[in-house]
């Protein structure tokens, strides 16, 4: 950004199936990385591939296999849930029928069935960070990409999100940027962590626990 560098020779690999937290205090490079990854943001050199496709070459093909929910989620808060999802149904390209049968079937991922008719705007915190994840999940991703996921939920609320997302590891890649360490600990297989742009360690949750 400017003469700031945010992020530097960062370079990492994600399994299939897997759950990774990308750890860091804030202003570490987390939110720019998952910009870079979603094609969102150019990086200023590099290379990103998703599931085999370049972000920059094959950006159409590299986002298709992609969900993505950011750190501050823009919702339509005059929408109902069932129509905002049928609306993002359409971005993704898909058919009415298609439509109907994912919208059904992120609705009960995600615990949305009793809200399902509600005016998004009128929803808690919580069950919003649920709508931005069904409509992440909508069109059945390899890859989700999860922006400080529990950001301003409470505790009961941060359990349930946390509960959700374990339940989607083996269907789909999942990384998670977060600050919190027993958030990573509680949810992912691996963490990456990154501090002052550069990452300093990588490991499984216990083993890093055991080094720090």
Known sequence: YGPHRAIHDVSFQLK????????????????????????FLPASSGS??????DIYTHSVEARRHIGYVPEHP?????????????FCGGLYGMSPAQIREARDRVVQV???????????GRLSLGYRQRVCL???????PDVLILDEPT?????NQIVQVRELIKSLAGDHTVMLSTHILPEAQAICERVIIINHGEIIAEDTPQALTAQL
């Open 151 to 155: 950001l301003g939920l409470d505790p």
């Open 110 to 120: 995600c615990g949305l069935a009793e809200r399902y008719d509600y005016i998004i």
């Open 48 to 53: 990103v591939h998703i599931a085999g496709n």
């Open 74 to 86: 823009s919702l339509y808060p005059d929408m109902r849930v069932k129509q905002y999802l049928g």
């Open 16 to 39: 299939r199936g897997e759950i990774v937290a990308f750890l860091g205090p804030n202003a570490a490079g987390k939110s720019t990385t998952m910009r870079i990854l979603t094609g």
């Open 134 to 140: 069904a409509q992440a999940l909508l069109h059945e």
